[in-house]
Structure formats: structure tokens, C-alpha cells
């Protein structure tokens, strides 16, 4: 039986993500990568907008 | 555009999740004990690494042991080591009212933070049992009353740590999954009601948008698996199981298209297994894991329901916006390859 229980990818020596303020360089990225997959997916809204007024028009 | 506000909405709700699900921070918690000895009747010190404390020298720290549920052994004193560093001495009797060995729940509590636990902390042994003298010599106890600390944190749990985060992003694709399906034997119902083609696409698309979440949840949960459980998969975890067979059935959903050349019967048949997929998934990913014996997911095998222990209302404020803003976020995109699709047959059409 365990007497230590020991955090598994952490020393004491390490900084989390949290206590150096790293954290929001992690949110910083995902949102800019959000943002970019939303840009995308307006631009094929927009896409689909013109397609669908185009098969309208044709009808 | 009017029509196209509830996807505003999901892209709002999904930065929020984002932003709060990873700012917001832990509880302090307990990382670490390493135990002076472990008999029972001496003096044994603990050296305790804490997690997100502020400890400062001259700190009043108080802290016990909870023996079972009447009976609490607190520390004879208290060192502050360093901001998560703290050393405990505690005065162990000889007799304990408990098992011969067994790992007792730690309990630190102080002003600045609250109290905070880990459970199965420290372990003693004792070389013979005799529970009534262990209660009649149990030295007296100056009871500290815990006084709890507010604020938006979330908690502290061992094995998950930091990563009890991923609450917020592996299990609503799963909740989104399941409505997005449903949603697509909503339309094959309505096909063969009245076949009419595009219901036939609509569920096409939703089920496409199904099958990628369950397979993003998959994935997800192998990241999660391999830092919390040591591995990538297993097949003794019944919800994994029981998961990979429900996605099976949907790859099978698309297999079963392909075999079909003429496209009335190809969206008949379709629909009557997309409707058949729904109903089996459902018992399989709700009930099964509920009736066996043991599961590492929290609400199945014996394990209490997600809503109890392992959902506090901290967590709750992120997870639930998270299940409506990601299956809203899904029908987006659902929807987008519906139009697609939909502008495809029609091109199609016009050039047979």
C-alpha cells in the first residue's frame, strides 16, 4: 500500500499552467483557433447563401 | 440575420465554456504526504504538499484524521513549511477504534482557505485490535469548527486534478451526440412517413455530425484516459465498450447506404435502420453501464450518479451552458452540410 501518493506528471519543482499566468496563453490559443474554425465555417455559410440564391434564380 | 441567432448564441456560449472552463481555478487541495512511520501509538510526523495555498508564516492551520464518522484524531501541531508546504505532527494513540491497518481521511483546515480534503491520506497500523479500549483511552479532542470559504473555484479531486477541466468539452460532445441522433431519427421517421428527399439528406447529414462527435468523444476520452488512468483504452471499462459498439452501429448506418443503388429503397432502408441505431445506442450507453458492478466513469458501475458527488455547483455553472451551447454548435454544422449536401443532389439533377 502506498504511504506517498504521488502526483504523476508533476515535481514540486514544475510551475502549473495556473500559478504562472501560462493559463491564459492556453486560452488565448484556443480561442484564436475557435475564432478561425467559426471565420470558416461563416465563409461557407456565405458560400451556400449565393449557391442556393443561384438554383433559386435558375428555377 | 434573425434566423441565424441561435448560432451567435452557440459560438458565445462555446468561447465561454473555453474561457471560464480553463481560468476559472482549482480548490487547494492535498498533492502530497510522506508519513514519518506508521504504528500506532507514537508520535508520527507527516511532510504535506498542498495545492493553489497561500500558506504564510504564523498561518493558524489546524488538522485531523477522521478515524470513522464519530471519532477524529487532530494534530498535536502544525509547521508552515512554504506556500504549499506544510508539516503536521500528530500523537498517535495506541489503540485505534478501527481496523488493524487501515488509510485515514486528512482533513486541513485554516481561515484563509477552508477546510479541504484527501481521502485514504495517511496510514496506520495497529498491532492488535480492541476497539473499546481504544474508545475509552481516546485522548480528548479540542473540536475546530470548519468554516467554508466562498467563491467560484472548482473542486480539487485526486487522480483528475487540473484535468476535471475536460468536463467541460468531452462530455457534452457526448450530450450534443445524442441529440443531434435523435434529430436524425427524427427525420427518417419523418421519411417514411412521406419521402420526401431532402428529409432523407437532413438525416444523412445529422447522422454524419453524430458519428464525428461520437468519435471526437472517443478521442477526448483517450487523451483523458491516458493521463488519469494510465492508458489509452480498455476493454474492462464497460462505458467504452458499450460506446465504441454504438458508434459500430452508426459506421454500419453509412455502410448500409453505400450497398444500395436505388436511391428510394437507399433512403427507406436507411431510415428504418438509422431508427433502429437510436434505440439501441440509447440502452447501451444509459443503462448497461448502470448495472454492472463497477465502472471508473462517474454515475455508472456502482459509482454515484454524475449529479452527486462528482457535479458541484461550481462545475455546473461551465457543464451545462457547455451541453447547449455545443449541441446548438453542432446543428450548425449539421445544418451547413445538409445545405451542401442538399445543393449537391440538386446540381445533380440538373445535369442527369
Redesign the interface.
Known sequence: MLITNVLSAQNEAKISLHSSGKIYLVVGVLITIFIGIIAFLIYLERKLNSLEEQIKQDE | MKK?WWKALS?LI??YT??AG??I??KPG??????SG?NTGQIITAEV?TY?TRYENGDKLDAYLKINDKVKLYSSSSKILGKEKVELTFDVPAYLPQVK?F?YTLILVDPKHGPFV?P??I?LKQDKVDIEQALATWPKQNEIPLKFIDGIKFPFR?IL??SIRNTFYHVPMWFAMVFILFAAMWYSIRYLVKPVFRFDIAARSLTSIGVILGILGCLTGSVWAK?TWGTWWTFQEIKLNVSAIALLIYFAYFILRSAIQDEEQKARVASVYNIFAFVAMVPLLFVVPRMVASSLHPGNGGNPGFGGEDLDNTLRMVFYPAIIGWTLFSF??AE?LY??QL?QE??DEEFD
Do not use: C, F
Open positions: 441565424h459560438v462555446v468561447l473555453i474561457i480553463l481560468i481555478p482549482l492535498i498533492l502530497k504526504i510522506k508519513q506508521l504538499n493553489n491497518s488509510d484527501r485514504s491520506a496510514t485526486t486534478y487540473e493521463g450548425w454544422l451547413l445545405r451542401y445543393l440538386k446540381m
